[in-house]
């Protein structure tokens, strides 16, 4: 016996090493089987829903490991379910929206409240992103004072939240650390805290006084980040980018911690993705661990959209298509120590499972600095499962935005006046 099959479809698995044209079988909510030629179920039992795939790619569930899912309650807060699940994510991660203080929040309003799985990283600012927005445009954030970056607090609460709790998240850049001036202590204590509950920093690393490059006697980024813990923003451009713009290489440092162990991600968002980096960058074979859409109120209708449009800018830029699925299914889940429980097609495992289309098409795709580049394949979600169960994909309307492209060539020249008003620090 068997609920459902979906048949006919290219079924790529990275975790398990899997791209075959084969069925997949789901029953109360579980990966059953996978194969071809009969022989399932056992005994010739029924089969009740079938799902034909053909042409179309089956992929576990995938993950958007940079989201902010905080809504009502952060500036940036968007809605899960609406946001992510319906454009075929089963597990996102929220990248520091609570703090220690309004952890339970965030648990009890948005994790219990939705279908899609959410996994948080924790920020050591025990107010989180309360009052914050975007880092970069103007002053005020959540490390302006560092009487509420608590390491007590925040390993007490990694340690009583491990269901949920996968890491610590700290931003740093002038704009909200009293012009730099608490940026090396912040960074100092996240790293002290992450260190002692046991589970990686995500360190959010743009406009900001803390060097790219190694420095004797001073606190680096990514210089001192430690196997195992995220850079995300890989590509934002903005001062403390990965690339030497003089000599246009990533700087040695930086592909030093790759080499360590240290993962960059993605993380798009409204102001972190240049397709001059990322072509620079992918060029020289910096490729990113994982892809994520830094998804919040400012990037959600456009220039990011969605996990899948992410996916689909890398898939232009010549990463090949089981790399991108790795880098939205087993790689997150085993940055986060999931590895047994999401990101795969394990036999056993509750059935998170999406269902991609690549389609051929001419669309000019802006990144956050509002230049754009002509997509010839996108890849759309089709249907999603999470566990077993099916939930309505809906489409992004419109897609690409024409405001959007506009808003980040506006925003890309107040950047520039920003960084150019904080240029002497
Ligand atoms: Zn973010």
Known sequence: MADLVITGARIIDPANGLD???????QDG?????????GFPPGGAEVGRIIDAKECVVTPGLIDFHVHAYEHVTPLGINLDGRCLSRGVTTAVDAGSAGCSTLNGLRKFIKDQSKCRL??????????????ALAGLKDGGEIDSLNQVDVDGCVTSVRDNRDFVVGIKLRISVAISDN?????????????????AGVPLMVHHSFSTVPTVRTPGVLSCPGDLRAGDIFTHAFHWHKGCLLDKETGRVYHDVWEAKRRGVLFDIGHGFGSFAWLEAEACTKEGFWPDIISTDLHTA???GPAYDLTTVMSKMLHLGMPLNDVIAAVTSKPAAAIGKSQEIGSLKIGNEADITILRLDKCSIELEDTRGETRTITERIVPVRVFRSGVEYPIQEIVPWPNSASKEKCQKACKQYAAYAQSKQSL
């Open 20 to 26: 075959t044209s084969a069925d997949l079988y789901i």
């Open 119 to 132: 996994y948080a990283f924790l920020h050591i600012a025990s107010h989180g992103l309360a009052s914050a």
């Open 30 to 38: 579980r990966i059953v089987h996978i194969g071809n030629g009969g």
């Open 180 to 196: 730099g001036r608490n940026e090396p202590e912040a960074y100092r204590r996240a790293l002290q805290a992450a260190g002692e």
């Open 299 to 301: 990037s959600v209708d």
